[in-house]
Nanobody
Framework: VQLQASGGGLVQAGGSLRLSCAAS????????MGWFRQAPGKEREFVSA????????SYADSVKGRSTISRDNAKNTVYLQMYSLKPEDTAVYYC????????????????WGQGTLVTVSS
């Protein structure tokens, strides 16, 4: 599975962005999909994930209520809609795929995209 993240950019605080992650390869619908982010000098952290089949979602407390994850298995794409962005949301955002699970654990993900930079100005 190859993942290509896009949609990052520069946005003012309070604004919105939608990140996309397009997957190539077989069995996309069997992968739980996650979004992580990494700010300069910090460790990669969990943002959100969506179950491979049930559509169950999970969010980090830092983005809960300000983000919505969704997937379109017909298009092999997962999305992260972010609202009310804050300067502390500035980071490189990565999408990742985990076989048949919904998890927030970095080491449970099998494939990673290249990342897309989100910069939120104050």
């Amino acid at each position: 599975v190859q993942l290509q993240a896009s949609g990052g950019g520069l946005v003012q605080a309070g604004g919105s962005l939608r990140l996309s992650c397009a997957a190539s390869g077989r069995s996309f619908s069997s992968y739980g999909m996650g979004w992580f982010r990494q700010a300069p000098g910090k460790e990669r952290e969990f943002v959100s994930a969506i179950h491979w089949n049930s559509g169950t979602t999970s969010y980090a407390d830092s983005v809960k209520g300000r983000s919505t994850i969704s997937r379109d298995n017909a298009k092999n794409t997962v999305y992260l809609q972010m609202y009310s962005l804050k300067p502390e949301d500035t980071a490189v955002y990565y999408c990742a795929a985990a076989w048949l699970v919904l998890t927030s654990k970095v080491d449970k993900y099998d494939y990673w995209g290249q990342g897309t930079l989100v910069t939120v100005s104050s």
